[in-house]
């Protein structure tokens, strides 16, 4: 038994022992609590840091960007099911590519929706894959591909259609589309089975900006109009109209298209080996050609630039498409400019991103797999090589170097592994190499 003093004395130690267990519990909770807050806090920054925006992308050369449409067969109403768009995917991002650019979301043809589906399933598949995409909203005139005479003055009725599903697909996959494409070559005066006048992509650019404004788009969603550099105000003065030079204003970048390929037989004088060098060793005369072929890309960035300049607009300038064939039995082949061999693919592929990288341009290289819809009765049709990968997954000759650092290691397209055309014979491929003409002919065959 206890006596008083002793009962006083115990329970004035319970209370200072309870006291302190309770001052100890609260101060343990509120260092947990300010380690969770913490934890928290970190969480957010990390996740905001992965959140980037088209003006981190673009021009940035950690974000190498690519043209890419999936088709494998001779018509498009054979759609690349998910898993093989996933397969791409996995591909492009293995070489570094993080951006890609698509061409329509129009109804019949899921191919942009399906793309931002199989995305989705790999950023869930892998919290560290990145990739992105410059979505394109197809435009028309009125009576566009049809058999009567198009009317490049009035627009398709499909148009407004086509700017609401790109819009609906930005809005669902915000995390994934960071640009919008109004029409694809659609001002240049050359495609005469479609084109519009400047005014109509005007139009639909001011309508997606004032969705921005309105809060019915994400105001860090970029939007431009893909277009030959002579549709940017770079060439004749009949495109040197005041609805370009609002088109201008109301773009957040220019996108413009360059292709020295095309007119190594509209515009050859750069292609063709001066008499000078007619005594030069023919790797080099091929060389030489391509370096100009690179210079001629540049003078048309300049001369897009000149004119941008010269509204008093300061505006970013992408390259929205740009390639080179490696096979051709038209124009550009043996009996036409003789530009089209992988080996000179290579040589303009690397000197482009070469440029590019340098100079802080995006570059959305066209393009990554051979499509053989685009010249459906003409297997060797330049349009259906412009592919770094041939369809069944072969590595052309611009990226044999990723082969042999085995970047493609485990990756398959159709069940095909990565390995590289000419089973990496350079002294074969050579064999298919033709010098450019002289001014005065046709030089021997290399």
């Known amino acids: 038994r206890l006596n008083i003093s002793e009962y006083i004395y115990i329970r004035q130690y319970l209370s200072k022992v309870k006291y302190n267990l309770s001052i100890s519990f609260c101060v343990v909770l509120g260092l947990l609590m300010l380690s969770c807050g913490q934890n928290r806090k970190e969480e957010k920054v990390m996740h905001t840091q992965k959140q980037v925006i088209a003006k981190d992308i673009l021009g940035n050369p950690d974000y190498q960007a690519i043209s ?26 293995a070489m570094g590519v993080k951006v890609i650019r698509t061409y329509n979301v129009q109804p019949k043809l899921p191919h942009a929706s399906n793309i931002l589906k199989a995305i989705t399933e790999l950023k869930k598949e892998d919290d560290n894959f990145e990739m992105y995409v410059m979505l394109g909203a197809w435009i028309d005139c009125l009576n566009a591909w049809t058999d009567k005479v198009p009317n490049h003055n009035v627009e398709s009725p499909n148009n407004a259609g086509e700017i609401d599903r790109a819009v609906a697909l930005a809005n669902q996959y915000p995390e994934i589309v960071k640009v919008i494409a109004v029409g694809n070559e659609a001002m240049v005066k050359w495609a005469t089975s479609y084109y519009v006048q400047p005014d109509v992509i005007l139009k639909w650019v001011n309508h997606l900006q004032d969705l ?34 609002d088109l201008v204003k109301a773009v957040d970048y220019i996108s413009m298209h360059t292709y020295p ?9 750069f292609w063709h080996v001066p008499n000078a060098h007619e005594g030069m060793p023919n790797i080099t005369k091929i060389e030489m050609a391509m370096e100009r072929a690179i210079k001629f890309s540049q003078k048309q960035y300049d001369s897009v630039a000149s004119y941008i300049k010269s509204l008093g607009i300061k505006k970013p300038i992408h390259i929205g498409e740009t390639g080179w064939a490696s096979v051709s039995t038209d124009l550009y082949g043996d009996n036409g400019s003789r ?17 590019t990288n340098r100079a802080g ?5 066209f393009e990554a797999f051979n499509e053989q819809w685009k010249d459906a009765l003409n ?12 369809i069944d997954g072969k590595a052309k000759y611009p990226i044999w170097d990723l082969v042999d650092k085995g970047v493609f290691e485990g990756l398959t397209r159709d069940g095909n592994p990565i390995t590289k055309t000419y089973d990496g014979n350079k002294a074969d491929l050579i064999k298919d190499v033709l010098v450019p003409p002289t001014k005065e002919g046709i030089t021997t065959p290399h």
Not at 261 to 269: D, I, S
Not at 361 to 365: A, E, G, L, V
């Open 68 to 93: 890419y449409g999936g088709y494998r067969k001779k018509s498009r109403d054979s759609q690349p099911t998910i898993p093989q768009l996933k397969e791409d995917m996995k591909i492009l991002s």
């Open 212 to 245: 921005k404004v309105e809060g019915k788009l994400s105001k860090d969603l970029w939007i431009t109009s893909s277009d030959d550099f002579a549709s940017w105000g770079g060439a004749e003065d009949q495109y040197h109209v005041k609805a370009l030079e």
């Open 261 to 269: 390929y095309h007119n190594t037989h509209y515009n050859p004088e």
């Open 339 to 355: 530009a089209t061999d992988e080996y000179k693919q290579g040589l303009f592929h690397q000197q482009m991103r070469a440029w």
């Open 361 to 365: 341009i995006s570059c959305f290289y």
């Open 379 to 390: 297997s060797k049709g330049s349009e259906n090589h412009f592919g770094l990968f041939t």
